[in-house]
């Protein structure tokens, strides 16, 4: 059984700025993968490499086996209709209402009655926890939760087995976060969906992540969560057992 | 196919088979569809033997089996339903709870005459057009108070927004603006040659030209050339601003965003039109001064003196003088959409587009008040 997302040697360079050398990550099937690092280490281009968004200089990169840096245009769109991808700020499309937003991945894929259009987009809204007095409204009328939860389900849009957040909790409140994280998971469990997300919220990546991959010095950590915050780099210790780190566990230890 | 019906003596058997999902949902829903429910008072749906069966293929099953209960008949799976299918039911009924039942739609107004119907219009865009026009004194107003204090204190006058509009809207147009006069002109010049040199009177082929320039087409082309480029680019670059809630960021850190947005590309256009339209009037005379030497073998001294004679001494200044009023026109139409834009990008495409018409449009409404304004003072 090869990884679900395989990452191999991944060049990514900017004039003579070098973000990523020789980067390499592996993601199996079922797994939350969490991607971490300090600002701009590079965790978003390593994102926009996997999503095809932009050619690395060299390496590979392999989702479901196939290596995406060699292929076409037509090629390429097969394998994005195979995955979901949320990003951090919605990117919710502002001239459409909340249903159209959900329906665009699948009027652009598939051949469906408006019935089964209305059906499916209302049904993958409720799947996200939103009502169907969501459904007519513009995202410019949606709360800060709504927008993520919108930008979820039209993630899931297509029933992908593979999903991209990118800072899924980012700009929420604790409570909302954490329910967003619940619904992550929940999700995770009944659809068997693998999931890869940035994130800097440490409450996050202990509730829902399973494996975390630490991008350090151009390259990734990657490790289970029981393993990863032993490891000796400098930054990780910082990261997972700093100030923040800590007052997070003695809350978590407290109750 | 998906679905392989066997009728049986008390209902049906359902078989389903193969890939069971989102992709293959138009298929499915269409052979669940074709299904006869009628006379089938027992169903039974082996699922066992499906190769994947994801949420949207869930859906149609879940539908079929809604529709079945519907019809009167009893729905039982072979072995376990699918795990998808309590899912679904688990959402469902999850999305159900601690939510008032959707509103009762809106029960139609009852209808109305075809005359009442066109009072109600009339009425709605009366007030419509009410509420715009008293946002575009509002916006008149606070643009004029915001200058008025800039005046006051010089401080308050953006100084290197301004020098950077008149930069963007003004030297950055020269090529374009010097080109379209000098095209106008060879064409007046070229047209006037044509009909009267038949009459004999070639020489006021450069009064056509002087004054036709100097008077009208030098400003008036200017200002719509200016319209296109810097009144599309105001009202975006306002209304980019508005959805990025960029404004909303200047007023909560206490700048006044007309002090800052508006009023320098007020002013900036305001100095930069005047001075594309000298431009735009030396560079159509010398076009005309071109055609005429060699279409018409009429020397430069000739011309120059021809020049001299046609023109009196207001008609350079009655072309030039309406230039800042049109560019207050441009300015303000475009600062003025860019900031209505609220919500979406169709949005911003609209009012962009409004901005630039609105502008074109006064600009020529306004020359026709000035045509009569210089009739009456005899200019």
């Given at each position: 059984?090869?990884?679900?997302v395989e990452?191999?040697g991944?060049v990514?360079r900017?004039?003579?700025?070098?973000?990523h050398?020789?980067?390499?990550?592996?993601?199996?099937?079922?797994?939350?993968f969490?991607i971490?690092g300090?600002?701009g280490?590079?965790?978003?281009?390593?994102l926009?490499s996997?999503?095809?968004?932009?050619r690395?200089?060299?390496g590979?990169i392999?989702?479901?086996?196939?290596?995406?840096?060699?292929?076409?245009?037509?090629?390429l769109?097969s394998?994005?209709?195979h995955y979901g991808v949320?990003?951090?700020?919605g990117?919710?499309?502002?001239?459409l209402?909340?249903?159209q937003?959900?329906?665009?991945?699948m009027l652009?894929?598939l051949?469906?009655?408006?019935r089964?259009?209305?059906?499916?987009a209302m049904?993958k809204?409720r799947l996200?926890g939103?009502?169907?007095a969501a459904?007519?409204?513009?995202p410019?009328?949606?709360?800060g939760?709504?927008v993520?939860?919108v930008?979820?389900?039209?993630a899931l849009a297509?029933?992908p087995?593979?999903l991209?957040l990118?800072?899924?909790?980012?700009?929420?409140?604790?409570?909302?976060?954490?329910?967003?994280?619940?619904?992550v998971?929940y999700?995770?469990k009944q659809?068997k969906?693998t999931?890869?997300m940035?994130?800097?919220?440490?409450d996050s990546?202990f509730?829902t992540?399973?494996?975390?991959?630490v991008?350090v010095d151009?390259?990734m950590?990657?490790?289970?969560?029981?393993?990863i915050?032993?490891?000796?780099?400098?930054?990780?210790q910082?990261?997972f057992?700093?100030e923040?780190?800590r007052a997070?566990?003695r809350?978590?230890?407290?109750? | 196919?998906?679905?392989?019906?066997?009728?049986t003596?008390?209902g049906?058997q359902l078989e389903?088979?193969g890939?069971?999902g989102?992709?293959?949902?138009g298929?499915?829903?269409?052979e669940?569809?074709?299904?006869?429910?009628t006379?089938?008072?027992r169903?039974?749906v082996?699922a066992?033997?499906?190769?994947s069966?994801?949420?949207?293929?869930?859906?149609?099953?879940?539908?079929?089996?809604?529709?079945?209960?519907?019809a009167?008949a009893?729905?039982?799976f072979?072995?376990?339903?699918p795990?998808?299918?309590?899912?679904?039911?688990?959402?469902?009924?999850?999305?159900?709870?601690g939510?008032?039942?959707?509103?009762?739609l809106?029960?139609a107004?009852?209808?109305?005459g075809r005359f009442?119907?066109l009072?109600?219009?009339?009425?709605k865009?009366?007030v419509?057009?009410?509420?715009?026009?008293r946002?575009?004194?509002?916006?008149v107003g606070?643009?004029?108070?915001?200058?008025?204090?800039g005046l006051a204190?010089?401080?308050?006058?953006?100084l290197?927004?301004?020098?950077r509009?008149?930069?963007?809207?003004?030297i950055t147009?020269?090529p374009?603006?010097?080109?379209?006069a000098?095209?106008?002109?060879?064409i007046?010049?070229y047209?006037?040659?044509?009909q009267l040199?038949?009459?004999?009177a070639d020489?006021?082929v450069?009064?056509?030209?002087?004054?036709?320039v100097?008077r009208?087409l030098?400003?008036?082309l200017?200002?719509i050339?200016?319209?296109?480029?810097?009144g599309?680019?105001f009202a975006?670059?306002l209304?980019?601003?508005?959805?990025?809630?960029e404004v909303?960021a200047?007023?909560?850190t206490?700048?006044?965003?007309?002090?800052?947005l508006?009023?320098?590309?007020l002013?900036?256009?305001?100095l930069?039109l005047?001075?594309l339209?000298?431009v735009?009037?030396l560079v159509?005379i010398?076009?005309?001064a071109?055609?005429?030497?060699y279409?018409?073998d009429?020397p430069f001294?000739?011309?120059?003196?021809?020049?001299?004679d046609a023109?009196?001494?207001?008609t350079?200044?009655?072309?030039v003088?309406?230039?800042?009023?049109?560019?207050?026109?441009?300015?303000?139409?475009?600062?003025?959409h860019?900031l209505?834009?609220?919500?979406?990008?169709?949005e911003?495409?609209?009012l962009?587009?409004?901005a630039?018409?609105?502008?074109?449009f006064?600009?020529?409404?306004?020359?026709?008040?000035?045509a009569?304004l210089?009739m009456k003072?005899d200019i």
């Open positions: 059984m090869y990884p679900v990452v191999r991944l990514n900017f004039g003579t700025q070098v973000v050398d020789g980067l390499d990550m592996e993601v199996h099937a079922d797994e939350v969490g971490v300090g600002s280490t590079g965790k978003s281009v390593l926009r996997i999503l095809g968004l932009q690395p200089q060299a590979i392999r989702i479901d086996g196939q290596d995406i840096t060699q292929m076409d245009q037509e090629q769109r394998v994005k209709s949320s990003f951090q700020s990117a919710l499309y502002s001239g209402t909340v249903r937003n959900v329906q665009l991945p652009e894929y051949k469906l009655s408006e089964a259009l209305d059906d499916l049904l809204l996200v939103l009502t169907p459904a007519g409204k513009y410019a009328e949606l709360s939760g709504m993520k939860r930008a979820l389900a039209r297509l029933d087995k593979l991209f990118d800072e899924p909790t980012s700009g929420l409140d604790p409570v909302s976060a954490a329910a967003f994280d619940d619904l998971l999700l995770q659809l969906l999931i890869i940035i994130t800097h919220d440490l990546i509730r992540c399973n494996r975390v991959g991008i151009r390259r950590i990657s490790d289970t969560l029981e393993r915050v032993d490891d000796p780099h400098p930054w990780i910082e990261y057992h700093g923040r780190a997070r566990l809350a978590g230890h407290g109750t | 196919m998906a679905v392989e019906v066997r009728r003596a008390e049906l389903l088979t890939q069971w989102v992709r293959q949902f298929a499915i829903d269409g669940l569809a074709a299904v006869e429910l006379s089938a008072r169903i039974e082996d066992q033997q499906l190769a069966l994801d949420l949207s293929g869930a859906w149609a099953l879940h539908e079929f089996v809604r529709r079945a209960h519907a009167g009893e729905v039982r072979k072995g376990a339903p795990d998808q299918l309590r899912l679904l039911d688990e959402i469902l009924e999850e999305a159900g709870k939510v008032e039942a959707p509103p009762p809106r029960v107004a009852a209808p109305h009442m119907q009072l109600i219009e009339l009425g865009s009366a419509r057009m009410g509420g715009n026009s946002k575009g004194l509002a916006f606070k643009t004029s108070m915001t200058a008025s204090a204190h010089p401080r308050h006058l953006r290197t927004s301004i020098a509009h008149v930069y963007d809207t003004g147009a020269l374009i603006v010097a080109l379209i000098f095209l106008i002109s060879v007046i010049a047209m006037s040659a044509t040199r038949g009459l004999g020489i006021y450069v009064d056509l030209v002087t004054i036709g100097l009208e030098g400003v008036l200017t200002s050339i200016v319209a296109g480029r810097s599309s680019a975006a670059e209304g980019s601003m508005k959805l990025n809630q909303d200047l007023v909560a206490g700048v006044e965003p007309f002090e800052v508006v009023v320098p590309r002013v900036g256009l305001t930069a005047p001075l339209t000298v735009a009037d159509g010398t076009g005309g071109l055609l005429c030497r279409l018409l009429m001294n000739q011309y120059i003196g021809r020049v001299n023109i009196a001494p207001t350079f200044w009655v072309g003088i309406k230039a800042p009023v049109f560019a207050l026109l441009i300015a303000g139409a475009g600062c003025y860019g209505q834009v609220r919500a979406s990008a169709r911003l495409g609209r962009v587009t409004v630039v018409v609105q502008a074109i006064l600009v020529i409404l306004a020359d026709a008040l000035f009569v210089f003072m």
